[in-house]
């Protein structure tokens, strides 16, 4: 009863709040049509806005002066979030500003006009690209080197148990987590990418394929598309790897290979209905007709004139279909049937490292380690997704 | 506010556009002053800023746009600094807008009545009853059919001049003292547009209401408005009342405007009786599925001769192009090409036969593919039907491109995007000569664009005509082009020839009736024209009405 009267109470004195900074400001400017048109929604958000702001900052405050091991204990993980969004976010901001000078005619105008989000998931981006490629360089040690110091505490601090040898520690078997976290983006990124361009070119083809055709082939091809769609797709590609496990037996090459296949064929179907759905606009347009008439082959449709109208929905949708294809191989290994041992993956390393998150309380950097896994994989998932929104924002603009 | 200050004044007014990054202007300052009841027509080209100022008229802008300075007084109050709250209290209560698409325009989710009593609702004009009942006396006034029904349809089920009333009748719904009509008959056949003029005309009359009128016909607005005021690019060109306008316009641009109308081709000599036509279009039947559209067609067209089809939308002139084409195989008959048989489905055509008969379309923006640059878009079917390439390829695709007047160097490379209208429809028309063909199908090539460009657009047509000895199929609704350009009529409706023949014999009476109500449904600049029409016809023997009882 007593949380409710709080809750009400807080948001008749944000009410009050809003109305009298509406107030103040119709005073203070002298009715500007800022002022003077806002509605009380907005008014109120403007409040809402600024007690969410003051609670971070003295949350913040409270948490750097803290005190004493349990106290700082405490407040560790929204610190430690805090002062990266803080990070990134400058990162993001001089990464943009660089290239507004930097590069040819066309990236300087592109950045210019770019909002801090999309240079945000840009730089990430490149920086995995970067790790993913150059894997076996950074990493301190190899993915599948086993150390004869296991346990070892992430800091690098021999007094709490750690060693400058491992900056974040090793795993219960003795191998080092940043070289695995590293070697991580190789495998994962770079078999989520492989697949994602296989599901696409399979998708894309049948798809302009049906809306360049029609007929038969359009509904034999739409119809067996609906029914793998009908197929809870995690459940589906659970069931086809089992399948494929049975078959590859010890061959673990061979199972990756089977799942790149299997994950590629569940997803092209989604690729398969947006590039019919795009192509079959594109079909109508007059231009198509006139190289119809001008008696030019299927190929010369398909990808010279279909293809080039298409590519700002299908690059879009490949940003978010990459994010889908990553989270399925991610879950797959979580549940132990994608990518495996001793090949080092996030998935893998969030099931297994995932029991250290029950010492949050007394050792956040233990409990940090399953979270440095998933948050990779959030983070490369919220930067793509911000590119595609940009791109998505982009190309709907291009075309009024 | 004494009584004869005006309803509406205008005052030095600029409006800005946004675009790659900075504030372009679209209105260089303008001022008018409306009294009430009366009547402004706008006219200018497109990307003139009619609309623009249209909308700024109530206050208003378009995304991205700005009013930078300048007042808009309407009855004492300056819209373009009142708040919010009192530009709701006036919009759709004393100022009302008419767009130019009503199909776009209306919900189509909720029937018309529903939408009708919105406005008169809301802002405690009537009840929600005496609304209905109102909105019915203004579908009678405006004559629309089964007034005491047509409210209760949703907008797909009414035509598109009905509809086009129905949106006048709502925007009438409050009695405001201001409407703004944007192009309300563009889009419309002429003798549905001559209907709705006639009704918007009258009930602007009945109700003393001032009105701004958009349009880029110069003979509508001769019609409908008191005063005329004309815009270039952003610029004031003249202003003043419609007689003086029409009779001793005083700026050069007007004058240019005025004269658009004038072009004329002589006529040529008869066609042997014996020679063959380049196409040949005999007893042709076709249909969509099993709704059949055409009955019976048949037409020739002869070497170095333009054959105009025209006749309302749904007619089936295009259809008949697309059996020519090929792309609708005919259900029956058959079509010649220099005496020899073609092949009905145009996959069963070989190279050579394509290339023959070419095609311009209506709307260059979906005529071209955007991604392509000029070059390419000319550069293919020269390489492809021609098999030039390199150099050789790029001589011709220049070649063409001083054939249609743009100069090679400065265009070769631009997408479509990074040109104009009229620019567009000239790279259609060299994409249909690059083929090198003896026939060039142009469907509605003129309507989407600007009378001035049109009428350049023609000119090219006729020079590469006489040229080349092309023959042309020109497909039209607008009997001012088929005056200017054709050499034989053929008149269609419902799928059917009407009535064919030379030119010459098309627009001398005596005329078949339908012919004849086509030809004097043409808005013409006369000021008196529609008066007198209506008075000699009577109001039920216009537009769709007339139609009607054929």
Redesign the interface.
């Given at each position: 009863m007593n949380i409710w009267i709080q809750i009400i109470g807080i948001l008749v004195a944000l009410g009050v709040l809003g109305w009298l900074f509406r107030f103040a400001g119709q005073k203070a400017t002298n009715n500007k049509?800022f002022f003077?048109?806002m509605t009380f929604g907005v008014a109120f958000g403007y409040a809402l806005g600024a007690a969410v702001l003051l609670w971070i900052l003295t949350t913040y405050y409270k948490a750097i002066t803290a005190d004493g091991q349990v106290e700082v204990n405490k407040y560790f993980f929204f610190r430690t979030v805090i002062e990266w969004f803080v990070k990134f976010s400058i990162a993001a901001y001089l990464f943009r500003l660089v290239f507004r000078y930097v590069g040819t005619a066309g990236t300087r105008k592109l950045f210019?006009?770019m909002p801090l989000t999309a240079s945000f998931g840009i730089m990430i981006i490149l920086v995995y690209a970067f790790v993913a490629i150059f894997a076996g360089v950074i990493a301190p040690h190899g993915q599948e080197e086993v150390f004869a110091k296991v346990n070892v505490l992430p800091g690098g601090d021999p007094a709490i148990g750690g060693d400058p040898d491992f900056p974040l520690g090793t795993d219960q078997i003795g191998r080092d987590l940043l070289s695995r976290l590293i070697y991580g983006a190789q495998n994962t990124v770079g078999i989520a990418f492989a697949t994602t361009c296989l599901a696409f070119l399979l998708g894309g083809t049948f798809g302009f394929l049906a809306a360049t055709l029609g007929g038969w082939l359009d509904q034999l091809v739409s119809r067996s598309v609906d029914v793998l769609m009908a197929i809870p797709s995690l459940i589906f590609a659970l069931l086809l790897m089992t399948i494929a496990a049975a078959w590859a037996g010890s061959n673990k090459e061979l199972l990756t290979v089977y799942m790149v296949l299997i994950i590629a064929v569940i997803d092209s179907t989604r690729v398969f209905r947006l590039a019919r759905a795009v192509g079959l606009n594109i079909v109508v347009?007059?231009?198509i007709?006139?190289a119809?008439?001008?008696?030019?082959g299927l190929g010369y449709l398909i990808f010279r004139?279909i293809l080039?109208?298409a590519t700002a929905p299908l690059l879009a949708e490949f940003g978010l279909r990459f994010c889908f294809v990553f989270l399925t191989i991610a879950s797959l290994s979580f549940l132990g049937v994608g990518i495996q041992p001793p090949l080092a993956d996030w998935g893998t390393m969030v099931r297994d490292l995932g029991q250290f998150i029950n010492f949050a309380a007394f050792s956040p950097q233990t409990a940090s380690l399953p979270l440095l896994a998933a948050g990779a994989i959030a983070l490369l998932t919220v930067a793509v997704n911000f590119v595609v929104d940009w791109m998505l924002h982009k190309s709907s603009g291009l075309k009024e | 506010m004494s009584a004869d200050d005006p309803l509406l004044s205008v005052k030095g007014l600029k409006i800005e556009g946004r675009s790659d990054?900075t504030w372009n202007p679209i209105i260089n300052g303008a001022s008018f002053d409306l009294q009430k009841g009366e009547v402004m027509g706008l006219i200018g080209e497109s990307g003139a800023g009619k609309s623009t100022m249209g909308l700024a008229a109530m206050g208003f802008t378009r995304d991205g746009c700005r009013i930078s300075a300048g007042t808009v007084m309407f009855d004492g109050v300056d819209l373009v600094?009142a708040?919010?709250?009192d530009k709701r209290a006036l919009l759709g209560s004393r100022i009302a807008y008419v767009a130019q698409s009503a199909a776009a325009s209306f919900n189509p989710a909720h029937r018309l009545i529903d939408q009708h009593t919105e406005g008169p609702t809301q802002h405690n004009v009537m009840s929600r009853a005496e609304s209905e009942a109102d909105g019915i006396e203004l579908y009678r006034k405006l004559r629309l059919p089964n007034p005491e029904e047509i409210g209760f349809r949703y907008p797909h089920q009414v035509s598109g001049g009905q509809l086009q009333r129905a949106m006048t009748a709502m925007a009438m719904a409050c009695r405001p003292e201001l409407i703004i009509f944007d192009e309300p008959t563009t889009a419309l056949d002429v003798t549905t547009q001559i209907e709705v003029l006639a009704s918007i005309r009258e009930i602007v009359e009945e109700y003393n209401t001032a009105a701004i009128y958009i349009t880029h016909d110069l003979a509508v607005v001769a019609q409908m408005s008191d005063k005329i005021k004309v815009m270039l690019k952003g610029d004031e060109v003249e202003e003043a009342d419609t007689r003086t306008m029409l009779s001793d316009p005083k700026e050069e641009y007007t004058k240019s405007l005025w004269a658009v109308r004038s072009f004329q081709r002589p006529s040529k000599p008869a066609v042997h009786t014996s020679a063959t036509p380049v196409i040949s279009v005999q007893n042709v039947s076709a249909a969509y599925g099993k709704v059949p559209v055409l009955h019976d067609v048949s037409f020739d067209i002869h070497e170095g001769r333009t054959v105009a089809v025209v006749g309302e939308s749904g007619s089936g002139k295009s259809t008949a192009a697309r059996c020519i084409?090929?792309?609708l195989p005919p259900t029956q008959g058959h079509i010649e090409f220099d005496g020899q048989m073609m092949p009905l489905d145009?996959r069963k055509?070989?190279?050579m036969q394509?290339r023959q008969a070419q095609?311009i379309?209506q709307?260059a923006d979906?005529?071209?593919?955007?991604?392509?640059t000029i070059g390419e878009l000319i550069g293919?079917?020269v390489q492809?039907?021609m098999g030039l390439t390199g150099n050789e390829k790029r001589r011709r695709v220049e070649h063409l491109l001083e054939e249609i007047e743009l100069e090679p160097t400065q265009y070769i490379n631009r997408l479509p995007s990074e040109l104009s209208g009229g620019q567009k429809q000239r790279i259609g028309i060299a994409?249909a000569l690059a083929?090198e063909p003896k026939f060039i199908i142009c469907d509605e090539v003129t309507s989407a664009l600007d009378q001035l460009v049109a009428e350049g657009i023609l000119r090219l047509l006729a020079k590469l005509q006489d040229e080349l000895n092309l023959s042309y199929m020109f497909i039209t609704h607008d009997l001012a082009t088929v005056k200017s350009i054709a050499d034989e009529v053929v008149v269609m409706k419902d799928g059917r020839v009407i009535e064919q023949g030379p030119k010459d014999d098309m627009f001398t009476p005596p005329h078949h009736p339908y012919t004849d109500l086509l030809l004097s449904s043409v808005p013409e600049m006369d000021p008196d024209w529609l008066t007198n029409l209506l008075n000699e016809r009577g109001v039920d023997n216009i537009g769709d009405a007339a139609v009607d009882k054929m």
């Open positions: 049509p003077r048109d210019r006009n347009m007059d231009y007709e006139a119809k008439l001008r008696g030019e004139e080039p109208n | 990054e600094t708040s919010a709250a084409t090929g792309l145009y055509r070989d190279r394509l095609m379309y709307m979906t005529a071209l593919n955007p991604r392509k293919r079917p492809f039907y994409r083929a």
